[in-house]
Every structure is written in structure tokens, then in C-alpha cells.
């Protein structure tokens, strides 16, 4: 169904502006792209928005009419399109299950899955984002879609580590607190997660409590298993991740700071040229994508390079960043094993290979 859906639902009568983006999905497409996506959206509805399924009914009957028309694809809302449930405090939320059909008609249609609440608080306004995709129809029409500010959203997977402690919040927990538009925000999150806490009855999660939670010992042994089918192979081991929560609880209490970490750079670059933030298909003959899975995940990979000079064979480095040459070259920067900056022609790469081996940065990932 694309992306065009969430931007209708965005500027449809009767949504527009009442439903915010929260959870680990759509904000994964519209702060941190290359996150791992899960099977379903959820929504938290702002004051005077439509949460009963009446009223989400006819809105969506909007949304329907409008996607056919631009894309031929059909949305089924009927009586059972949303039905009203409960949550664990007892309060009423709304499950939406949307069946659609595309031009390949299956025996049985997918379904998009909405979870719709108003029982939720909002710590920070929410901020307007653009969606990342990869296909070619952009700019998509509209100005984005309202979502949780980068704060409010670490804050969320805080609670859900605390809550629940499953392979995915501490995978969720630790690439976040990676990503540099949090450098300086640790008051805004810390503010964020108390209220949250506070919503809904539970303590400020600690370091100590995460790692006594009775849902350690799963945690360990479901990582393969529930991370296996959403990242690419080898995962990054659960070690490290579980180790790093020392990390991200003194930054937490202002004990650590996280200084922002120079751009690699070396020779002439092309100063307007941005990788792409969203998954792309590059038309290398290489998986080029598995150069920012390793560096966003901080493990080393296995690259087998033909150099100019002849040299070639596998050599294991430190993914930093794609960056375009002013003669239209695109290069990798990265970190050889003898400590070295270096950068790489991607068109004399033929193999790529994630590794287990970890790294700690010295420049900035920008993947």
C-alpha cells in the first residue's frame, strides 16, 4: 500500500491533525530509517480526534475512495474494519485491521494492521516528518505526517524495554541512543519517560531493574529468534547490546556525555551530495545496504576490493559513510585494521560481508 495511505490519513477530514505517529513503525520511516519495522501502526489520537470505530469508519471510507482513485488499489472498510478493546489498564482502545487488493489478487487479501489509542500522553508537541521510501514517486504529496518528537520516541522504547524487556526494545533502545540528533536531549528524554512512567503506574526503569527483570533469561534466548526474521544475517550479538545498557542509563543521569565524533573525509568530495536515508536499491551488482546495516550496528565487514594498483581479497574494515566524489565517483569511508582511514571506489567492490566483529567509532556513522 505504500506510504500514500498514512499521508492520506494525514490530510483526510476528520484525522487531520488528531492522530499522531507513535511506536516503532512509521517514526522508523520518518526518524530512523533503517530501523527494523514490525507488523503493524500505531496511532495515539490528540484531543478531539476519532477514536470510536463509527467515527474511524468514515474517515477511512475517505481514505478508500481517494486510493483507488490515484492507484487503483482497494481498501475493504466494513463493520469489521475496527473493533473497540481494552488495554492493560482497562481502558478502551481501537484495533483497526484493513483489508486491502492490489493488482495481484491473493486467495486471501493482506491486512494492515492499525493500533488506535487515546489513552496515551504526549510529553512534547509532536513534530511534522517527511516519509522515507524508495520508491519513484516523490515527493510524496502533503507535508509529512505528525509523529513523536526523537525524545518522546527514545522515551517510549525506554518503557517498553522496562515493561516488557523484549530482543527488539533493546535492539530499538540501543540504535537510538546512537543516533546523533539525541546529542543534548538527555533532559527532554528523562522528562518524557517519568511522565510516561507515570501514565501508566510504573517506576523509572534503572540499569539495575532492566537487568533483574524476570524477562532476562527469554530475552537472551529469543535475540535470534525474534530478530532473525527482521535484520539481515549475522544479528549483532545480544552481548554487546546488553552491556552498552550501562551506556545508555548514565547518559540517562547525565553522567555521560556523547560528544559528537568528526565526518571522515579525504580527497575532493561533492559538498551537496547526501546519501540516501532510506533503503535503496543501488543497481551495483553489490548489497550495498548491508554496508549501513554493519555501520549503524557497529560491526566490522569483510570487503573484497580490486584496487588500482592491482591488490586485491577480502580486507575487514569499519563502515563510516557513502560519499560522492566532485568527478561522480562514489567512495566508502572507512577504517582499515591498521588503524587507518581510507576511502574505497565503490565500483571495485565485488563482495560484502557483515561480521560479528564490533567496533567503536572514531568518526561519525552516517548511514
Request: glycine residues 8%; hydrophobic residues 35%; charged residues 25%.
Amino acid at each position: 500500500m505504500s506510504w500514500d495511505g498514512c499521508w492520506r490519513r494525514r490530510a483526510t477530514p476528520g484525522t487531520r491533525p488528531h492522530l499522531g505517529v507513535q511506536g516503532r513503525d512509521l517514526p522508523a520511516q520518518v526518524l530512523l530509517r533503517d530501523i527494523p519495522l514490525s507488523e503493524d501502526l500505531d496511532f495515539t489520537v490528540l484531543p478531539g480526534g476519532p477514536d470510536e470505530p463509527s467515527a474511524l469508519r468514515q474517515a477511512f471510507g475517505q481514505i478508500a475512495d481517494w486510493l483507488r482513485a490515484e492507484s487503483g488499489i482497494e481498501l475493504t472498510i466494513d463493520d469489521a474494519a475496527f473493533r473497540r478493546r481494552q488495554n492493560k489498564r482497562g481502558n478502551p482502545t481501537t484495533q483497526g485491521r484493513i483489508a486491502y487488493h492490489g493488482p495481484n489478487p491473493q486467495p486471501v487479501p493482506p491486512k494492515v494492521k492499525l493500533d488506535i489509542t487515546s489513552d496515551e500522553i504526549l510529553a512534547e508537541q509532536p513534530v511534522r516528518r517527511a516519509i522515507g521510501h524508495s520508491y519513484s514517486d516523490v515527493p510524496l504529496p502533503g507535508h509529512g505526517v505528525l509523529c513523536y518528537s526523537i525524545a518522546e520516541l527514545f522515551a517510549e522504547k525506554l518503557r517498553a524495554l522496562a515493561e516488557r524487556c523484549r530482543p527488539r526494545d533493546l535492539y530499538d533502545v540501543l540504535h537510538m541512543h546512537r543516533h546523533p540528533d539525541l546529542i543534548g536531549r538527555q533532559r527532554a528524554v528523562a522528562t518524557a519517560l517519568a511522565r510516561k512512567c507515570g501514565h501508566t503506574g510504573i517506576d523509572i526503569p534503572t540499569v539495575e531493574t532492566i537487568r533483574s527483570s524476570p524477562f532476562r533469561q527469554e530475552i537472551e534466548a529469543e535475540w535470534e529468534n525474534m530478530l532473525g526474521h527482521q535484520l539481515p544475517r549475522p544479528l549483532p550479538p545480544f552481548a554487546g547490546f546488553w552491556s552498552d545498557l550501562d551506556d545508555v542509563f548514565r547518559w540517562l543521569t547525565g553522567t555521560l556525555q556523547i560528544e559528537s565524533l568528526p565526518r571522515a573525509s579525504l580527497g575532493d568530495l561533492d559538498p551537496a551530495w547526501q546519501v540516501p536515508q532510506a533503503i535503496t536499491s543501488w543497481r551495483r551488482g553489490i548489497p550495498l545496504e548491508l554496508l549501513r546495516y554493519a555501520g549503524v550496528n557497529r560491526l566490522k565487514v569483510d570487503i573484497d576490493y580490486r584496487a588500482e594498483n592491482g591488490r586485491q581479497g577480502p580486507r575487514r574494515v569499519e563502515p563510516y559513510s557513502l560519499r560522492r566524489t566532485r568527478d561522480g565517483n562514489l567512495v566508502l569511508f572507512e577504517v582499515n585494521d591498521r588503524r587507518q582511514l581510507r576511502s574505497y571506489r565503490v565500483d571495485r567492490i565485488v563482495g560484502i560481508k557483515p561480521t560479528t566483529d564490533p567496533f567503536t567509532p572514531t568518526y561519525r556513522v552516517e548511514f
